[in-house]
């Protein structure tokens, strides 16, 4: 079982929905981030949780630490939102480094 | 303010040769990290390096290794390559306590 895992993978929406995309985690983490993956491969940074919610744009992150749970809110969607969302958590480590531990992906497109 | 380089963009290479993949670091971070990414996959973790150590890795054999140098860019080098190896791999540079910049990835293919 994946310690990140994503809901819905793939998801269709209409131009001007809104938009979420939930992230449950099964451990400890010290950093939530929610990234975006356009089809050519690059990964852009979005938000880096750890606490609360972040705001930018149309784009809303949450994080409840105590439910283990953060959800991505895309506000007014369009076209070119259509990207691959992806949750990823640093987990607590007993000494090293572990990385980002990833989400398989939400398959986002909004159709005009 | 630059970012993370990644180069090349694009490699095909054929079962049980060698590969290095390289990766500029973000200006003002120390760490860098390689992730692995399959088709249709989220991208798994490698390892770190920090101060040109590497400290933490993993679940990967050791013929995936890899050198920070002091200007903080790095190496991924992939040994005995073999078909499942074939995959996007990015690299994020960071320091901390601020988050990651990834770069565009290197396409490997073994043929």
């Known amino acids: 079982k994946n310690e990140v895992e994503q809901s819905p993978q793939n998801l269709t929406a209409q131009e001007g929905e809104f938009i979420t995309i939930n992230c449950s985690y099964s451990v400890g983490i010290s950093a939530l981030h929610w990234l975006q993956q356009h089809p050519g491969g690059g990964i852009v940074s979005l938000f880096m949780?750890?606490?609360g919610k972040k705001k930018h744009g149309r784009l809303i992150a949450t994080i409840n630490i105590q439910e283990k749970h953060s959800s991505l809110h895309i506000t007014a969607s369009h076209p070119r939102d259509s990207a691959v969302y992806i949750c990823?958590?640093?987990?607590?480590?007993?000494?090293?480094?572990?990385?980002?531990?990833f989400g398989k992906g939400t398959h986002l497109i909004i159709q005009p | 303010e630059t970012g993370v380089t990644q180069s090349p963009t694009h490699l095909i290479k054929t079962r049980g040769q060698q590969v290095t993949l390289r990766c500029s670091s973000q200006s003002g971070h120390n760490t860098v990290s390689w992730y692995q990414q399959a088709l249709g996959q989220g991208p798994q973790f490698i390892f770190q390096y920090y101060r040109e150590e590497e400290n933490g890795r993993g679940n990967f054999p050791p013929r995936f290794s890899g050198l920070q140098f002091p200007n903080y860019s790095s190496e991924l080098n992939v040994n005995a390559l073999e078909l499942d190896d074939s995959a996007l791999y990015l690299c994020?540079?960071?320091?901390?306590?601020?988050?990651?910049?990834f770069g565009s990835g290197t396409r490997l293919t073994v043929v």
């Open positions: 990823a958590g640093l987990m607590y480590s007993g000494g090293g480094a572990d990385g980002l531990t």
């Open positions: 949780l750890s606490s």
């Open positions: 994020a540079s960071s320091r901390a306590p601020s988050g990651y910049t």
